[in-house]
Structures are given as C-alpha cells and as structure tokens.
C-alpha cells in the first residue's frame, strides 16, 4: 500500500467543487511540501500544484491547496468533463529519504 | 524546452536485469537537478524508483534498493536505470521525470512519455 492516503474515488457534477484528500505522516507531509499531479489515460503525470499551492505556468486559479498537519486537500471549482483523470498527491518522506506518493483518486465528473 | 525520451528493451525475461535510458533535450545534464525515474504497473499508481544528481549521488527507494542501479552519461546528456533479477510485478510503464527545482527530489514538472516494460518468458 502507498505511503500516503487518498481516497480511490471522487465524483461530483459538471460546475460543482470537489475535494481529493491526502493522507499521511510527520515524517513526509507533516514536514515537507505537497505536490499535486493530474493523470489522463495514457499519459504522463502532470503537476498541477507544488511547494503546498504554487501553480506551474497554464494551471487554472480552478484548483487549490489546503494543509494542515499531516494531511493535505486539493480542491477544484468549476468541474468541466476535461477534468476526468486520476490525481496523484506526492512528498518527499525524510524518514525513507524517499518520494512518495498516494495511491490515487479518480475524479469522475458525472 | 527541456525533453526527456526513455528507450530501452519492452520485453524482459524473469530473472534478468531491465535496462533503460533517458535522453534529455535542451538542458545539460551536467548543470544540476536530481533527475528520476518513477514506474506505474497496469491499473495501478505511481512508484518513485530513484533518482541521480549529475555528480552521480543517488537516492532510490528503499523497498528496490538491492536491485537498482541509476547512472549518468553527461557525455552523452543522458540517464539509466537498471533492475536486476526482475520478476513479473516489475511490470510497468517506466517515466524519467526532472523536478521543478534543482535541489529538489520530489514535484516533477518534466516528464518523459514513459515506456511499457514487459517481463515474461
């Protein structure tokens, strides 16, 4: 099992909000940053958030970031059907001195 | 624009050693960044195997550690992995990725297409 916990899935409707939790320890989220990744089928993972809410360049104001502790929720507003994907949180875990990452949720827009 | 392109065998037989390597385009391996390698078996979610720094100091996950090897080629701009002793839960796409920052480990923001690794007799 991963490292760090995310639900298996989310669903919700085209305009609404959604939330994708992640779950982990002091030794990763509890001290290091969150990263948040965006996977269509077939494709590579594509980094959506990183450093707990910095954008990459072309990444909506649509997705946001809370932590607290050990845990972390990205959020998306405005759900459009091109928002169907799996989506990745990730650290670094001191512990491990590794990169972990969550099992993954998939986000059905209904 | 920084590219990274894996190649290496598709199909490998249980017990030998998965070889392969990333090609980066327009950067210099050599100018710094850990780059790493992250595999994602059918249906399933995303493992970080390891990563290099262009000195050539390694991190790689402790649950593949024995059987992993990451190496750098600044001569040729490019990166490896080796799996040795595989086994058919070695099954997977294989990414090279580079992170956003060039101290970091984690929050890859380039990523190679990935390549399917099939390991069977």
């Known amino acids: 099992q991963s490292v760090l916990t995310q639900p298996p899935s989310v669903s919700a409707a085209p305009g609404q909000k959604v939330t994708i939790s992640c779950s982990g320890s002091?030794?990763?989220?509890?001290?290091?940053?969150v990263s948040w990744y965006q996977q269509l089928p077939g494709t590579a993972p594509k980094l959506l958030i990183y450093d707990n809410n910095k954008r990459p360049s072309g990444i909506p104001d649509r997705l946001s970031v809370s932590k607290s502790g050990t845990s972390a929720t990205l959020g998306i507003t405005g759900l459009q059907t091109g928002d169907e994907a799996d989506y990745y949180c990730g650290t670094w875990d001191s512990s491990l001195s590794a990169v972990v990452f969550g099992g993954g949720t998939k986000l059905t827009v209904l | 624009q920084v590219q990274l392109q894996e190649s290496g065998s598709g199909l490998v037989k249980p017990s030998e050693t998965l070889s392969l390597t990333c090609a980066v385009s327009?950067?210099?391996?050599?100018?710094?960044?850990?780059w790493g390698w992250i595999r994602q078996p059918p249906g399933k979610g995303l493992e970080w195997i390891g990563s290099i720094y262009h000195s050539g100091s390694t991190y790689y996950n402790p649950s593949l550690k024995s059987r992993v090897t990451i190496s750098v080629d600044m001569s040729k701009n490019q990166f490896s992995l080796k799996l040795s002793s595989v086994t058919a839960a070695d099954t997977a796409v294989y990414f090279c990725a580079r992170p956003v920052g060039a101290t970091r480990h984690d929050a890859f923001d380039i990523w190679g297409q990935g390549t399917m690794v099939t390991v069977s007799s």
């Open positions: 327009d950067y210099s391996i050599s100018s710094g960044y850990y």
């Open positions: 002091s030794s990763n989220l509890g001290n290091n940053y």
